[in-house]
């Protein structure tokens, strides 16, 4: 059974801090791009970052360049956001999502599709209080 799980979502002041990882299981991890997406009440699902954990190609959003880094440990078939100086815009429900034999060439122009991954998780709540 295929089963991606976030966590570390919570509750935090603007500027400060979170980690949230995306435990995988059930497929094989290094074939699958992961994406970290999130929405906001009322709007649109949204792009943040996204890491090819074959090669380590990252994908940010300009909206968090220098402020969230994307990583994955390959031995544990997790992908973490470090998301650091937090704003109250970042407020969303985080999703990630696995995408299927993604070439750099695909990913460079397509991480942000969510219409494209093939696996998602249940979300976890980020809220950023002011």
């Known amino acids: 059974e295929v089963q991606l799980v976030e966590s570390g979502g919570g509750l935090v002041q603007a500027g400060g801090s979170l980690r949230l990882s995306c435990a995988a299981s059930?497929?094989?991890?290094?074939?699958?791009?992961i994406g970290w997406f999130r929405q906001a009440p009322g709007k649109e699902r949204e792009g943040v970052s996204c890491?090819?954990?074959?090669?380590?190609?990252?994908y940010y959003a300009d909206s968090v360049k220098g402020r969230f880094a994307i990583s994955s440990d390959n031995a544990k078939n997790t992908v973490y956001l470090q998301m650091n100086s937090l704003k109250r815009e970042d407020t969303a429900v985080y999703y990630c999502a696995a995408l299927f034999q993604a070439t750099p060439e695909r990913l460079v122009r397509q991480w942000v599709l969510p219409e494209l991954y093939h696996y998602w998780g249940q979300g976890t709540q980020v809220t950023v209080s002011s």
């Open positions: 890491i090819s954990p074959s090669d380590g190609r990252t």
């Open positions: 059930g497929f094989t991890f290094e074939d699958y791009a």
